[in-house]
């Protein structure tokens, strides 16, 4: 997943242009938390009403409210106040003076069954049905000098994504410090509570004597609040309505307009051969051919799908609140293929296969992809996942500097999952690919490729986005997610890939404070390319015109790139089962490990799941050791890792096992057993034991 450190240091930092959308009044600061502007974040204090869109809401955010780069230029992407709510994944962040979690009794991430406890201290509860949401609470462990002067601050997050569309409330009551004194509330939320707004929060008083009385029905009482408010979730249109209106008129210009039936109708995507190189015995004993070349697809970005470019709207009809993105001609979008040497007398299943952050389609080379084919009778295919290949390092470097063009990525993310589509289409079309010589066998003459179905398998950032091009694809309904998670502003500051983005991200916004706010609110435009918009939709509640799909996804423990808790909550989030035992004694800090994830059985195995794969714990030969210096301990021949620390750091001892899983014979039987169209996720791990990647032995 690493992107290369000197590839960063070498581009420079670039300037775009703003994206004009609805004008609104200029919105102030919310006196409730006067540490930052933009605090309590989420907060429908941040939206106006909005006829015609689905919660009745939109954003309304301004300038003024955002942290400022070096240069002085606010990090405000006007791109945000065209969604009707906040991301289903957004983390509650406010400050409190001097809070002491532990002592206040808040639920942590060991121990998430906690939130449900009749005297939680932090709450947040659906406004509709009265409802708790599962939520764990932190102190951002990494507050830096310049926030700290302020206090650590406090990060609620979700187990499970908050529901589109709804509304939640936050409640923060019977606050602690470190000598267990309660903490008082702050004066402009005391005048609410008691009844007595003050003149900058006067205006409040009737939408907060709801909020008040909702969570009264919650038993919570008013008197124990140290504060409150609420926020809305985007709905499902506003999430999707873009990638849904792209994949939907591309595929009607094939000639298919019924998507949800599974069926392979209409013409092949148009598209061009440019390389055929056949490999010998002595080149490679697994792979026969590779294959490249360029697809056609519809282009929906200015400056021809280049990086940077952004989307350009149609006017929305009257009383409708819409975002269709206007084509702006095609693109040729590459792609690679590689043909194993059985499928030369055995036609192959076709894959697609999701590369590695800010990466390219070239990965399917590396060596455990070319096992899976080889071992598995399989054809990989690729093209670039744009908005985040190796082509959009100037464009990423640009706004780690300049936050306020972040939708020009979260743009071309949506064009990049098209551009997936329509590959996979081809692979399976019969007047595809699979008419083609290139992808004929020379001793036998048929094609290399089975189009009876088309599969999904990724890794890294392939399965980040993965959940995405899932939950919009027609053509594949089985896809494995491998060292995937979800939300982006969750598992960066907890990955060692953050090193490398804060090289340009820190020096811009120097304050800790301001660069967590920044992530969280860009994650409201990266939903629209990443599984955690769409997260509803991969394996229950398919799209409008989508089939249902199922997913594997494996987990590396400790994984020092993802983090395993942003794997964790997406499993809650698309309703995964779990293979246990998931762990081996004293491999997990969690109380409840895989809590509120349910077993996998004989009778759920031909869903959707979860396995976790453990390199174990770390040891020079067969000796059990302490993790050392990750140079001394490489040098010394060291395997293994300890378990991901608690809190949002990176985990950085020992090896990383990121690629442990892939690099696994038993993890790729597993993912070819689930890879069919009856498939399902066999247990090929020992049955008293957690499963174990290489370095293991069974």
């Known amino acids: 997943m690493l992107m290369n450190r000197s590839v960063v240091i070498a581009f420079a930092i670039g300037a775009m242009s703003l994206i004009p959308v609805a004008s609104a009044t200029a919105a102030a600061c919310d006196p409730l938390d006067t540490r930052a502007c933009m605090l309590p974040f989420p907060s429908n204090f941040n939206t106006v009403a909005q006829k015609g869109s689905d919660t009745g809401l939109r954003l309304n955010f301004s300038a003024s409210q955002f942290p400022k780069n070096e240069k002085g230029k606010p990090g405000f992407p006007p791109e945000l106040n065209r969604n009707d709510g906040f991301s289903p994944g957004s983390a509650l962040l406010t400050y409190v003076p001097g809070i002491d979690l532990a002592a206040t009794g808040a639920a942590p991430i060991t121990d998430i069954a906690q939130y449900s406890k009749a005297n939680a201290p932090i709450v947040v509860i659906d406004a509709k049905t009265g409802q708790r949401q599962p939520i764990w609470a932190e102190l951002d462990t990494n507050a830096d000098a310049i926030s700290e002067a302020k206090g650590q601050l406090l990060m609620i997050h979700p187990a499970k994504n908050f529901l589109e569309g709804h509304t939640y409330i936050v409640a923060l009551r019977d606050l602690k410090n470190s000598k267990k004194k309660t903490i008082p509330a702050g004066a402009a939320f005391a005048s609410l509570r008691n009844g007595k707004p003050v003149s900058s929060v006067k205006g409040r008083r009737a939408s907060y004597e709801k909020i008040f009385k909702t969570l009264a029905k919650a038993k919570i009482r008013r008197s124990s609040l140290y504060l409150a408010w609420d926020f809305t979730i985007a709905s499902e249109r506003n999430l999707s309505e873009r990638a849904l209106s792209m994949r939907n008129r591309s595929f009607a210009a094939l000639g298919d307009t019924n998507l949800a039936d599974g069926k392979v109708v209409g013409k092949a995507p148009a598209y061009k051969i440019d390389k055929v190189e056949d490999y010998s015995t002595a080149q490679s004993t697994r792979i026969a051919r590779q294959i490249t070349g360029h697809v056609t697809v519809p282009c929906y970005l200015t400056k021809a799908c280049a990086p940077g470019g952004k989307m350009g709207y149609a006017k929305s009809k009257k009383g409708k609140f819409d975002s269709i993105p206007n084509q702006q001609g095609t693109m040729e979008a590459f792609f690679i293929c590689r043909i194993p040497r059985t499928a030369m007398t055995t036609p192959a299943r076709p894959s697609l296969y999701g590369h590695g952050l800010l990466g390219s389609p070239g990965e399917i080379g590396a060596g455990n992809v070319d096992d899976m084919a080889s071992e598995h009778n399989m054809i990989f295919c690729a093209t670039p996942e744009i908005g985040m290949a190796d082509e959009d390092v100037p464009n990423a470097i640009a706004l780690l500097g300049d936050m306020s063009q972040f939708s020009s990525m979260a743009d071309r993310l949506q064009q990049g999952l098209l551009n997936e589509l329509i590959l996979g289409r ?273």
């Open 426 to 698: 081809l692979m399976i079309n019969p007047s595809g690919f699979a008419a083609a010589e290139a992808f004929k066998s020379a001793s036998t003459s048929q094609s290399a490729i089975d189009t009876s179905a088309l599969y999904y398998d990724s890794n890294s950032q392939g399965a980040i986005l993965g959940g995405a091009l899932t939950a919009l694809s027609p053509d594949f309904t089985r896809a494995v997610l491998g060292v995937g998670g979800m939300n982006y502003s969750l598992l960066l500051p907890r990955s060692v890939d953050f090193d490398t983005y804060e090289l340009i991200f820190k020096p811009a916004y120097k304050s800790r404070l301001d660069r967590m706010l920044l992530l969280s609110a860009i994650q409201n435009l990266w939903d629209r390319g990443e599984t955690n918009g769409y997260g509803q939709h991969v394996t229950n509640k398919p799209l409008p015109g989508t089939p249902k799909h199922n997913v594997l996804l494996h987990v590396a423990l400790g994984d020092h790139q993802v983090a395993q808790v942003s794997a964790e909550n997406e499993a809650r989030t698309l309703g995964l089962v779990g293979r246990r035992p998931a762990y081996d004694a004293g491999r997990s800090f969690d109380k409840t490990p895989l809590w509120n994830i349910p077993s996998l059985s004989s009778a759920n195995a031909g869903g959707s799941g979860l396995v976790i794969w453990d390199s174990g714990p770390c040891r020079i030969g067969t000796v059990f050791a302490t993790c050392l210096d990750n140079d001394a301990f490489e040098k010394l021949g060291g395997v293994g890792n300890p378990v991901a620390p608690i809190g949002d750091l990176a985990p950085r001892l020992g090896r990383d096992p990121h690629s442990r899983p892939r690099s696994t014979p038993q993890a790729r039987q597993q993912k070819s057993d689930f890879l069919k169209p009856s498939g399902r996720i066999t247990d090929v791990c020992p049955a008293a034991s957690a499963c174990h990647s290489v370095g293991w032995d069974y």
